[in-house]
Every structure is written in C-alpha cells, then in structure tokens.
C-alpha cells in the first residue's frame, strides 16, 4: 500500500488545529499536530513530513522564524496562515521560504487546493534534479556552460575558462546542489557567503546579474537563472 503523504499542522489554537487536522485527514492525508515550533521539530525529527500548514504568529518563536529554518534544513513545502492579509506579511513570510500563504479564516476547501499544488511542486523537483546533466558527479550545466566543482572552475561550450570571482562560482555552487528550488536573497547569502541578508543588500541581485552575462544566451530573458518576483530565485536544469 502506498504511504499517506504526512502533514504536520502547526498551530498555537487547538480548536484550529483540530479543524483543520481533521479535514485534511478527510481527504486522505496522514496528519499530526504542533502547537508551537519545539513540537513541531520534534515531529520532524522522529518521522519524514512531507508539508507544514503553519500559523505566523505564535507565543514564543514565531512562524516566520520557524518557516525560514524548515526552509534552510529540509525540503518540506511550508503553506503559512495568518490572521492578516496584508501584503507586507504576505511577501515576507514567502521571503521566509514559505511556499504558500493563505489568510484567517480560511476556506478549508481553498487550503486543500494549495496544499496539493505545492506538494505537487515538492514531488516534481526530485526528478527534474536528477536529470541534471553532471559529469562524474562534478559538472554541472549552467546555459551556455558547465561549472566543475572540483576544480572550481567555469567552462563554455568550447571548452575555454570563463573567468569568474570566487564568490561568483559559491553562488553557482548553491544553485546546482538546489536545482528547481526558490531560494531568498537570505538562503543565498547564508549558504553561499556564511552571512544574513540585509534589506538594503543587492550583492546578491548584481553577482546573478553578472553571471547571466556568462551563462544565459540572452541575458535580458534569463532561463537558467530565474527571477521569481517578490521572492528570489530558482536554477533551472533545463531552462523554460
């Protein structure tokens, strides 16, 4: 028999909790429950979880903490509810790795239809990240060229070095071993530079900027190196 795909519902209100748990049980799905971010690792620590539905705001660390470190140390889709629908809160907790956001109260119906498209995008990314062309478990493709991680070094379609900075090929890096994922300006800069995004950097947006000029065949319509407004960015394998 096939496994029930597990989500956790991460909520401080046990009346939310329950409702939602059981509707989501309804519809198939094998369900646990949290009522702050201490369970909700320990649940994540005994078992796999496939998806969180996660309240932002929650005595003690608060979703979007909990939502960015889900996001940085696993690969669980994150649908997040807040009692507010203001659009600030709904771009950063999307900045925070969220993949979706939905608004209290919510229509259940409306959050099962979410829930299966971001499970759907979590399902579909394993593959498309093994078909990414590799040479020896070092190459990697990027457009118009190939990174070699061993040597640290860019190459284009002839084969001759494209020059880039080491902070150029650590960004390159993160990419190819995060194929098809959104990641924030955060999550690339802790993962490619070991330090926090601040609001006002755009170091990150003028090294891709940069690369594309190397990798992509127009710069101007990157597909290798996408821009998803509002959140980040996603390597594609293969381009759109």
């Not at 059981?22 to 094998?30: S, V």
């Not at 284009?156 to 071993?177: Q, S």
Request: glycine share 6%.
């Amino acid at each position: 028999m096939e496994a029930r795909e597990h989500i956790v519902v991460c909520d401080d209100e046990p009346d939310i909790r329950d409702v939602v748990a059981e509707y989501l049980e309804r519809q198939g799905y094998d369900v646990s429950q949290a009522g702050n971010g201490v369970e909700l690792r320990e649940i994540v620590a005994e078992r796999s979880v496939d998806a969180v539905v996660l309240d932002i705001s929650m005595p003690g660390e608060d979703g979007l903490s909990i939502a960015r470190d889900l996001s940085a140390t696993t690969d669980i889709a994150i649908v997040m509810l807040t009692a507010s629908g203001e659009t600030v809160d709904r771009i950063v907790g999307l900045e925070m790795g969220a993949d979706d956001y939905l608004a209290k109260p919510v229509d259940l119906r409306e959050l099962l239809a979410r829930l299966r498209a971001v499970l759907r995008r979590s399902r579909s990314a394993p593959a498309e990240a093994a078909e990414t062309p590799t040479a020896e478990g070092q190459r990697f493709t990027f457009g118009l060229c190939q990174l070699d991680l061993e040597s640290h070094k860019l190459y284009d379609g002839d084969g001759e070095e494209v020059a880039i900075t080491a902070m150029e090929f650590n960004l390159l890096k993160v990419f190819a071993e995060h194929p098809n994922r959104v990641l924030n300006r955060d999550q690339l800069l802790e993962l490619a530079h070991h330090r926090a995004w601040d609001p006002f950097d755009r170091s990150i947006d003028i090294r891709i900027s940069r690369l594309r000029k190397k990798i992509e065949k127009d710069p101007t319509k990157p597909q290798i190196i996408k821009t998803v407004r509002g959140i980040g960015y996603r390597f594609s394998p293969k381009g759109d």
